[in-house]
């Protein structure tokens, strides 16, 4: 079947269907499953089906109905995807990213925020700002810098490291529920480096238990490092 071009400027609706390269400019909805070679969105889109692009940007507002499926995606301002996200190459958000279903990716770069109710699997992690993952988090590098609380079921990776980005602010310091921490039941990796973290196991070869941490229990193959300030209940060299 041939592709055509999808071109909409200001207020439109069309239909999904097999396109080339679809520019969208302004309030645009779409009814279908959409599988095109560029998905370009500015403005407002509501797209009730499946996406499915070799490359997708979107600035603005942008909700997906379906499952996206695409080979590089450039997300600036608020995007939600209802469903799953598979991203083969590179996925970068600025703003605020929400998918209802799991992430599954290469390179992630967040700026700013990132919620999912399933899990995200990578590569390589990183997150300028904060995340609410529902399930776990597994990357062969994770790298956080926090700048608003953060939670996650369990994180598994290669090399791990959660730091804070900014210093404490006033409101931090008065209702602790708006500090940039991280929430976790299990870290598990091979290198963990870890600053303002809450989270009952930490298990890895060699862990450094920064400034901030409350930590149940730390189990270590290699080396434990230990600020004055961290708290840990129980180390255990396994």
Known sequence: MERTEMSISG??????????HVRLDGMVKING?????????????TLEGALQSEAVT???TATVEGRVNANRMMLDGLVTFKDQAVCHES???????????????????????????????????HVHGGFNIGGLLNAGMIDVKLSMPSKVNEIGGDAISVKRFKKVSVLEQVVPAFSARLQAEVIEGDEI????????????????????????????????IREDDATIEKAQQI
């Open 58 to 60: 979107v600035n603005g």
């Open 33 to 45: 499953d959409t599988d095109c070679l560029s998905f370009d969105s500015n403005g407002t889109l």
């Open 91 to 125: 996925l970068t958000a600025n703003g605020r990213l929400s998918i209802a279903g799991g992430l599954i990716g290469e390179k992630v770069e967040i700026f700013g925020s990132l919620k999912t109710r399933g899990g995200v699997q990578c590569e390589w992690f």
């Open 11 to 20: 207020i439109g609706r069309s239909q999904g269907g097999l396109y080339s």
């Open 193 to 224: 480096d870890l600053e303002y973290t809450e989270a009952n196991i930490v298990r890895g070869n060699v862990v450094r238990i920064g400034k901030g941490c409350k930590i149940g229990r730390v189990e270590y193959k290699d080396r434990l």
